[in-house]
């Protein structure tokens, strides 16, 4: 449980900076850059990463699976990993190729812009994090790439001035990217060799990727596709909205996503090993505490989310408020299905289950999108995520219900609701009495967060929660 926790606080510093320091950027860019040239930046974006999707094709999964479950063999560490990356680096350069012709070709607006945001495409050729992931070396992405992620920060404040720095905001943004995923190349001989594989070593790979893409590609549509269509739909403007209510909500959602990275590989190492106990155990543990951050982040969000957007990006993106609000109450749904997810579907290899499961919730967030963008705009790509993550989490539990489907699953995270509910009252009564100030809101903060962990800290003490118990014994000593 050791190197679960260290490699969780790894992966998740790594994660979340990947959000929080864009995050801490956005009230300088959004006063800089205003919402119009923002949502030019997200919507090109958007595009970029559909062709860096198609580079990755799955194999953030299912390299980092395959990865841990043959690294305690070198020879068959060395082969998997060198079939991978022959498949992962040819598909890549064609994907690269198509992209260049996207740009020049068929785009017919923003051209520098689109042709900067290569380098996001590019940046997918060289990103090899799924091979440290299986190998549960988190400490070894995380510390080159959050210098590089600091270091991107500082060049914005540094060299984005006005309206006219866009391009070179994207180039920063991109060009940060790309060397944050190269270097982590210089350690890698360390660890494994690359050996010539044999053509049905790297084909016998295509299809688990080509399974896991497609889900893959059915998230996006929740996560980029939205944006497309409200860019083409409604206007940047909207986009702008969308991206930064998007980010609020990206900060607790990765937390959550860094816990299923952390267990995937040893979810995975385990069931390879015959040990389904103690995958079960970790499994049980993950429900309750990670549906306990998600929930009560999830109200903590909704509370202060009015007064979070002004203050934080300026009156003009006032309307930010309602759609974190919106897109807050998704946090849950997005966490359970995670769990399920990461900890059973994919180490058991039962990726159909995985894959209709985001199929449903593609199709159900795009046909939304047409109905509701036209008339509510960025509300109505919330409401739709809001209802796609729903289906998606309803699906996953019906499918695994004779597996995973207990009560003490259910019981372990249900009562959290409780003191989310009156935290969240409670904080959104006193935003009302107070003047929205940088300070009024950090009070709020911390008084959402002292009213539920005292509300989690007497639950759990009357529940005689083991690792509550084992950190009392601890202090006591």
Known sequence: MASVKKNFLYQMVYEVLIILLPLITSPYISRVLGAELLGVYSYSYSIAYYFQLVCML???????????????????????FSSLLTLHVTLSLVIILLYFIYAIFINNENTTIVLIQSLNVIAALFDINWFFFGMEKFKVTVTRNSIIKILTVVCIFIFVRNKNDLWIYTLIMSLGMAISQSVVWTILPKYVKFVKPHKDEILAHLK??????????????????DKIMLGILSTKTEVGFYENAEKAINIP????????TVMLPKISNLNALGLSKKSDYYTSASFKYILCLAIGMS????????????????????????????????????????IV??????????????????????????????????????????????????AVMVYQMFAVRKDMWSLKYIKSFIFFYIPATIMALVVMEISMLLPVTILNLCLEIVLGIVLYGIGVFVYLYLQKDEMLMRYLKKLQK
Request: proline share 3%.
């Open 341 to 390: 997810r990461t900890q059973y579907l994919m180490p058991m290899k039962k990726d159909n289950i995985y894959l209709i499961s985001m199929l449903i919730g593609a199709v159900i967030n795009f046909s939304l999108n047409m109905i509701l963008v036209s008339y509510w705009k960025s509300m109505g790509v919330s409401i739709a995520t809001l209802v796609s993550e729903f």
């Open 58 to 80: 799955g194999i953030k999964y299912h390299g980092a699976r395959t990865i841990a479950a043959v690294r305690n063999d070198k020879e068959k560490l060395n082969r998997a």
């Open 299 to 338: 109200f903590g969000l909704f509370a202060v989310a009015d007064n979070f957007s002004v203050l934080f990006w300026g009156d003009e993106f006032e309307n930010c408020g309602m759609l974190i609000r919106i897109l807050s109450i998704s946090i849950p749904f997005t966490a359970y299905a995670n």
């Open 208 to 225: 688990p990727l080509l399974v896991l893409f497609v889900p893959i590609l059915a998230v996006s549509i929740f996560k980029y596709m």
């Open 253 to 260: 959602s990765t937390v959550i996503l860094a816990f299923g």
